[in-house]
């Protein structure tokens, strides 16, 4: 993600209702306009009075030491970078349930085949990841430095970006992402994304 700041909300790829019926039009607009959007404006705020750091990207400012901030200021930029990461990589990699993505293909699938021994075995394991993790976070399936899928556990706005990785798809099992459609079902919500989820061609 090669943008700098001052960051921008990045408009959604797809209309806000191309995702009905797995996610609502209400939910994308509060997600996209509202949540998302906070990140942004917070993580501009706090980047506002550190010059130096105007040149960074958002990977940049992930793995930077910022040792040198008040703790206040660094947990900020973490946080607030971390949303405004794991948000532009979200809603990038929906599609339209009509659209012809959201099964592996090609070496993706082949390697989830490698590594999990089957795509209803990765699709068990990342279903249990999303379901069990505590609280609020994403889900991520990362390709490591070895070349082995891996599935992750992410709290909060924790990115893949410390693990020299990036999430290939990643849910967002924050309450604000399913709330209004699925109230406390996450298992729900987590069934239907599949359906919107891309996977990338590796
Ligand atoms: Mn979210």
């Avoid at 339209?96 to 099964?103: F, I, L, R, V, Y």
């Avoid at 394991?125 to 399936?141: D, E, I, Q």
């Avoid at 970006?161 to 987590?190: M, T």
Wanted: hydrophobic content about 40%.
């Amino acid at each position: 993600m090669a943008y700098t700041y001052p960051f921008v909300l990045p408009p959604l790829p797809y209309p806000y209702e191309a995702l009905n019926p797995y996610i609502d039009t209400e939910t994308m607009h509060y997600h996209h306009d509202k949540h998302f959007k906070t990140y942004i404006d917070k993580l501009n705020a706090v980047l506002e009075k550190y010059p130096t750091l105007h040149n960074m990207t958002l990977t940049q400012l992930l793995s930077a030491n910022l040792e040198n901030l008040p703790a206040e200021d660094r947990t900020a930029i973490m946080n607030n970078a971390g949303g405004v990461y794991n948000h532009a990589l979200f809603f990038e990699g929906l599609a339209p349930a009509s659209e012809n993505k959201h099964m592996p293909v090609g070496k993706l699938a082949t390697m989830i085949d490698r590594d999990f021994g089957s795509f209803e075995n990765f699709k068990d394991a990342f279903n249990r990841t999303a379901l069990n993790l505590f609280g609020s976070g994403w889900a991520c399936l990362a390709l490591n430095e070895n070349g082995r899928l891996e599935i992750h556990p992410l709290k909060n706005q924790e990115t893949a970006v410390p693990l020299n990785s990036e999430c290939l798809i990643q849910f967002d099992v924050w309450e604000h992402a399913y709330y209004l459609k699925y109230k406390n079902d996450r298992k729900n919500y987590i069934d239907n994304l599949w359906n919107v989820i891309v996977f990338p061609e590796l």
